[in-house]
């Protein structure tokens, strides 16, 4: 699923090209995606749009008449941009805005149908799209610890939380992590003052970093959907599974559970021990390995 990096880049290129531009007609072409009837999506035909934002993990769309698009891309939700004569692609293709300058498709990859458009009729309805999550790029020390220690979860599963951080998804909860040196299952109520603090600055240095370099990379061009890609070959650990931590050159562990996996150093972040794995805890038993030793 895109995160934060990935939808600041949507936003810009999406800025880049629409803003002031008139959209000449809107298309869905997929019936599980259009999740409101009214207004209706054609109100905003012939509208210039005025801004484009996001809400969240979602990217807004604001026209000169109030109303609002909402898209929310899910896992596999993607953007693409095309010239005016350009033909979208055939299956994949769930709606279509048509500009004077381009067309911006929405495309879905996957069996499974996840992504969403919603259209609004007035700005204050956006708040009904905010989880409530804390924006880490502008949050000082005390906000953050403040919305850290609200509840009591698992490392991993409050900087995931759209309620408590906002943007954050699996890939760069792992990121962040590791270059706090903190594990992923430690509870938020054991953290000492110290591991907050750099978990904080990790998290603003890593989203901010991120940030940076994909926007220099699509500075001249519009982001594919190969582009926005969970994994990349630069991560630290997420995705990185049995190859080497750039930090210790210890090999990246894992955590598998439903659809996704947490990624680690055992080495930088748990002091050597080995997480349980449900899977692996069931294949292996006792003998599953508890450390980076048993591992050699």
Known sequence: MPELPDILVYVNALRDRVAGQRLDRARVLSPFLLRTHDPPLESVEGRRVVEVGRVGKRITIGFDNEVFLVFHLMIAGRFRWSAPSGRPPGKITLASLAFPAGTLVLTEAAKRKRASLHVVADRSRLAEFDAGGLDVLSADLPSFTAALRRENHTLKRALTDPRILDGIGNAYSDEILHAAR???????????????????????????????????????????????????????????????????????????????????????????????????????????????????
Not at 226 to 232: L, M, N, S, T, V
Not at 234 to 263: M, S
């Open 182 to 296: 903190l594990s992923p299952v430690v509870l938020t109520s054991r953290l000492t003052g110290a591991e907050v603090a750099r978990l904080h600055l990790a998290a603003k240095e890593t989203l901010s970093r991120w940030t940076e370099r994909l926007r220099a990379q699509f500075a001249e061009r519009f982001p594919g959907p190969g582009d926005i890609a969970a994994f990349r070959p630069d991560f630290a650990v997420h995705g990185r599974f049995g190859k080497a931590c750039p930090v210790c050159g210890t090999k990246v562990q894992r955590i598998r559970y439903a659809e996704n996996e947490t990624n680690y150093c055992p080495t930088c972040q748990t002091g050597g021990r080995l997480l349980a794995d449900r899977s692996m805890s069931r294949l292996l038993g006792a003998d599953r390995p508890r450390t980076v030793g048993d591992l050699e």
